[in-house]
């Protein structure tokens, strides 16, 4: 059996997050998880008690990153690749109607907290020639009524995520576009966008709900599961959709 793979994983304790940690603890690795819900992380640490570190906390504290670093370093003393899973969808509103203390919100959550992480690890990712994994969204690429917030900062993490490739040349580094995952924030498009998205966007989201047809975590989540174990350095600074050829042999069969 190959040698387990120390990984972070944040936004872990619900959805695509913990659908990744819990494909990871399946097939042996360590893991430093965070949310800010511990309840669901507890457990998996009690699950997997020999392979599971976690810290409750918020991404957006500045000292978040240095303390998650510090607990794979303490615990586990290298560390093979970072997923950063976590974020948030709201404010849904058209720029026209929006708040820039808003966007400046979402971006601490989405973007700003990413790029610590990714600073204070990718010294160690170096030593282990490791991998970064980005949790993406197709609202980086193509747009949505009132999900503007979301979808630039979405489009940030591309980007970033190719700056650390051109930079980092011993990192892997991608970021992957989940789909339209049977989450939370799925609920929370249903319950709360239709206010303001296009009445045509909503009801697409609706009827894909309602017909069974949104992607479970487990599969997209088990592609970046498998990206942050073995991704090959020619996808270094790319975005693809979870299930896009280039990724087959990272899918599930």
């Given amino acids: 059996m190959p040698e387990p793979q120390v ?3 944040t936004g ?4 695509i997050g913990h659908a990744i940690a819990t494909h990871l603890l399946k097939a042996g690795h360590k893991v430093i998880l ?9 457990e ?6 020999s392979q599971v570190q976690y810290l409750a906390a918020d991404m957006t ?9 510090e607990l794979a370093l303490l615990h586990f003393h290298h560390i093979n690749a970072v997923i950063i899973n976590h974020g948030a969808l709201s404010p849904m509103t058209r720029v026209a109607n929006s708040s820039i203390d808003d966007w400046k919100a979402l971006f601490d959550a989405n973007f700003f907290s990413a790029l610590a ?8 990712l170096r030593e282990t020639k490791g991998r970064l994994i980005f949790t993406s969204s197709g609202a980086a690429t193509g747009a949505y009524t009132a999900w503007g917030a979301y979808g630039t900062s979405k489009a940030a993490l591309n980007h970033l995520s190719k700056h650390i490739a051109v930079e980092e040349p011993d990192i892997t580094s991608v970021a992957v576009s989940p789909g339209r995952v049977d989450t939370d924030m799925q609920k929370e498009l249903r319950e709360k966008g239709k206010a303001e998205m296009a009445p045509k966007d909503h009801e697409a989201f609706s009827k894909e709900f309602e017909a069974g047809t949104l992607v479970r975590p487990e599969q997209s989540g088990g592609v970046i599961a498998n990206l942050a174990v073995s991704a090959k350095p020619e996808l270094a600074g790319q975005y693809f959709k979870w299930n896009a050829p280039e990724l ?6």
């Fill in 7 to 9: 990984i972070i994983i």
């Fill in 12 to 15: 872990a304790s619900r959805g």
């Fill in 34 to 42: 965070t949310a800010r819900s511990p309840e669901k992380l507890e």
């Fill in 44 to 49: 998996l640490q009690t699950e997997y008690p």
């Fill in 61 to 69: 504290l500045p000292d978040t990153p240095y303390k998650l670093k």
């Fill in 117 to 124: 992480l990714a600073k204070e690890t990718i010294p160690y």
């Fill in 248 to 253: 087959a042999e990272y899918q599930l069969s």
